[in-house]
């Protein structure tokens, strides 16, 4: 029987609650609740770290970034680790990688480019440095939606550059179903996995001008824990203007790929995995951008679909898949089993039903961390590590310091903070215990406090 194909669909920096079917009143977004209602909605998705390419590495590799060595934005992915695409290029899968990269790194000799070194919108990234991915049409990293350039290999193994034209979600999505075309066209019988990265609703908050027009920025309804003052809500509203008019736009492109796979025949065979590597503060507890450990940060959509649910399935889980769980889960949905050095546990008997006969039971919590400081204005400026519960608490540290303690059930906004609290020592105590099992069982060296 073959295999099913297989595509993730990622936007960059789009936050869980930034959906219709999560109940934002910013924004409409038929086409993924959609497919939430009709595959399994992971409603309790973390981005165990919050940061571009330290999330990036963890979902090829199944590995922490503290033992990765993909630490911040500046490191590149390692050559000797092993990352999701061989382990489906072993088992039959022609993989293709489509957007955004952000894994070459920096200063290691690990990317060129057509024109300025220091550009990462143009710097091309040679074959050994692509994960082992197959077919490319990729950047390293860019933040202008409207001037996107790709590279890819022509037949000759020489390198291509060339700008997509129009809005960037609009250009990727095309060369995306181009391809599947393609695979379908050329060869059918060969499963297929593609991943398509695209930078929106990242900042510069940009999109096409009839999606800005539905989102003018003093009709912005702001979250409870977004403060009432004036620059922060004018900074808030002005930026998630765009950046509503940009998840639109993803979601209509979601629309358009899920048309062509129905159009194709291969819908009922394809899993769309949608997700995205972390989210954005927009003003909450005064705060924007990532790198941090609010729930505005860390919460991530990320929905299965494609082939019918199964009887028996529930379409939402509270299952706590993070960024580590990513690639074992989607090597499951293949029916291929986790590779030795990944970390990350595998969820897809959830959708599939198949309960392996190894699997360990699902963990209770998820490790967060920021293994070094973010190197942006507005991100955090020292490492941390926590953890939040499948019950629904959240514990986390700085270097030898409490810091945050939240209740999501009775507080989901944050806003009363237990961690210094005498009568919660006895939440406390036992949420810092599990957080120190995590770093043992991850080989992470970070120093702790002793309460």
Known sequence: MKKPNVLWIFGDQLRAQALGLNKDPNVRTPEIDRLAQEGVHFNSAVAGTPWCTPFRGALLTGIYPHRSGIRGNHDGLPESIPTIAHSLKANGYRTCWIGKWHLAGRNQGNAESVEEP??????????????????????????????????????????????????????????????????????????????????????????????????????????????????????????????????????????????????????????????????????????????????????????????????????VTDALINHVDIAPTTLGLCGIPTPGGMEGYDYSGIVTGRVHR????????????????????????????????RDRWKYVVLEQQPWLLFNLNDDPYEQVNLAHIRRYHHIREPLHQRLLQWAAHTEDAFPFPTL
């Open 358 to 389: 190894k699997q360990q039971e699902a963990p209770d919590s998820a490790y967060l961390s920021l293994v070094v400081p973010s190197n942006v204005r507005d991100g955090m400026d020292r490492p941390f590590r926590g953890i939040v519960t």
């Open 118 to 315: 220091s550009k990462d919108s143009l710097r091309i990234i040679p074959n050994h440095r692509r994960g082992g991915f197959e077919d490319w049409f990729a950047y390293e990293n860019n933040n202008k939606p409207f001037d996107c350039w790709v590279h890819t290999d022509r037949e000759d193994s020489t390198t291509e550059s060339f700008r997509v034209p129009g809005y960037e979600t609009d250009g990727l999505t095309d060369l995306l179903i181009n391809w599947i075309e393609k695979r379908t066209r050329t060869d059918d019988e060969k499963p297929f996995f593609a991943a398509l990265s695209v930078q929106p609703p990242h900042s510069p908050y940009e999109a096409p001008a009839e999606d800005l027009r539905r989102h003018p920025a003093n009709s912005i309804l702001f979250r409870p824990n977004v403060p009432d003052v004036g620059w922060v809500r004018e900074q808030a509203g002005r930026e998630l203007s765009g950046y509503y008019a940009a998840v639109e736009r993803l979601d209509w492109n979601l629309g358009r790929i899920r048309e062509a796979l129905d159009r194709l025949g291969i819908k009922e065979h394809t899993y769309i995995v949608f997700f995205s590597d972390h989210g954005d503060m927009h003003g909450s507890h005064g705060q924007f951008r990532k790198s941090c450990p609010w729930e505005e940060a860390i919460r991530i959509p990320f929905i299965i679909g494609g082939p019918d649910r199964l009887p028996g399935v529930s379409a």
